[in-house]
């Protein structure tokens, strides 16, 4: 019988080198799977993880995938090391874009500079609020946050789907359910004339920066982590545990509700029921392969960029389905725990010990 025995002391070095195992693995993995599903394995890997990245033409598409990916990570990083595991950032992300298209549907015959920052503003309040209730039922009766973040993620589709139908569709739209287009001041504007990097990219990596130096050099960072690894120890140095939930699931709610309104005001420019679009869940990869650090998180954020406008390539060049490439995620997220696990633990035979009759 085999079973797992921990380590004394794992090694630093494959810890440091887990994510690009975890890597190398997954494009092994790809190509033999994309081969036995009848596809050419190597032009789907080459399309879909290479392509994107020697390709100079196809870094904006990188950096405007990877901004809310940055953002919504960072914010589970710190909630992941309070060991608060918030995985219904993208319910988070969602209401960020509803409650910045409503300020955006409310100023949407006005014009100025207030408006955009007041749209960025009402989507963290929108993502605060929604993380609050986990939060709650967390500190209050101790319901898992898993669980009831994860739920609230389809009920806040449902309300997108309510909105966009009902109440918030266009009048001009031909029946489409969509609302209408934003305005120039609602608008994100472009840090680079001729590209798609819009404002939001530097938004994410200066929000990355600042939790950056929040976690690793403030008080409010040490007990973060002092919670998450010694909760006992916490509470007798005077580290509120309830303090820390609240914190950590309101800054991670806050961060999504931001993403979820910078895409509402940059690359879809509206809302419209293809709005939810699985960030939430792929910052859970991001936040692991960045090691819970908000600097690892810009690096994880493009890694998984390269994903997402591979798989668009690799849809076109080599006739992957869509889902190729929440397959090729889902893949590096296994293997990314699977090496963790090895790294910390060792498989040992476990001998049975059977008397002879």
């Known amino acids: 019988m085999l079973r797992l025995e921990r380590r004394r002391e794992p090694s630093a070095l494959m810890r440091g080198l887990a994510p690009v195992i975890a890597v190398a693995l997954t494009l092994i993995a790809g190509f033999v799977l994309f081969t036995l599903m009848g596809y050419s394995g190597g032009l789907a890997i080459e399309q879909m993880a290479i392509a994107p990245v020697i390709d100079p033409t196809r870094w904006p598409d990188l950096l405007v995938k990877a901004a809310p990916l940055i953002l919504i990570a960072t914010g589970l990083s710190i909630g992941f090391r309070a060991n608060v595991w918030n995985i219904g950032a993208e319910g988070?992300?969602?209401?960020?874009?509803i409650f910045g298209t409503g300020v955006a549907l409310?100023?949407?015959?006005?014009?100025?500079?207030?408006?955009?920052?007041l749209m960025l503003v009402a989507g963290m309040i929108g993502g605060a609020l929604w993380a609050a209730i986990p939060a709650a039922l967390r500190v209050r009766w101790r319901v898992s946050e898993i669980l009831s973040s994860l739920m609230l993620t389809y009920v806040a589709i449902q309300l997108l789907y309510y909105l966009v139908r009902g109440p918030w569709k266009d009048p001009q739209g031909f029946n489409f359910p969509q609302t209408r287009m934003f305005n120039d001041s609602q608008t994100l504007p472009m840090l680079m004339e001729g590209t798609v990097i819009h404002l939001g990219v530097a938004i994410a990596i200066i929000a990355a920066?600042?939790?950056?130096?929040?976690?690793?050099?403030?008080?409010?960072?040490?007990?973060?982590?002092v919670v998450g690894l010694a909760p006992a120890a916490a509470r007798h140095a005077g580290f509120s545990e309830s303090r820390t939930i609240w914190a950590s699931l309101l800054i991670g709610g806050?961060?999504?509700?931001l993403a979820?309104?910078?895409?509402?005001?940059?690359?879809?420019?509206?809302?419209?029921?293809?709005f939810p679009t699985n960030y939430g869940f792929t910052a859970i990869i991001v936040a692991f392969l960045g090691r819970l650090d908000p600097l690892g998180a810009i690096v994880g954020a493009l890694v998984l960029a390269v994903?997402?406008?591979?798989?668009?390539?690799a849809q076109t060049s080599a006739g992957l389905p869509q889902a190729a490439?929440?397959?090729f995620q889902a893949?590096?997220?296994?293997?990314?725990?699977?090496?963790?696990?090895?790294?910390?633990?060792?498989?040992?035979?476990?001998?049975s010990h059977v008397r002879a009759a």
Do not use: C, H, N
Request: charged share 10%.
């Open 209 to 225: 920066l600042i939790a950056w130096v929040v976690m690793g050099k403030t008080l409010f960072g040490y007990g973060v982590r």
């Open 92 to 97: 988070q992300y969602v209401l960020g874009g």
């Open 307 to 313: 994903t997402y406008v591979g798989g668009e390539l």
């Open 106 to 117: 409310a100023t949407w015959e006005m014009s100025g500079f207030w408006i955009l920052p």
């Open 331 to 351: 893949m590096l997220l296994f293997f990314l725990l699977a090496v963790d696990v090895l790294i910390r633990y060792r498989i040992v035979v476990a001998r």
């Open 325 to 327: 490439a929440g397959v």
């Open 260 to 274: 979820g309104a910078l895409e509402a005001a940059g690359p879809f420019g509206q809302l419209v029921p293809q």
């Open 254 to 257: 806050a961060l999504s509700g």
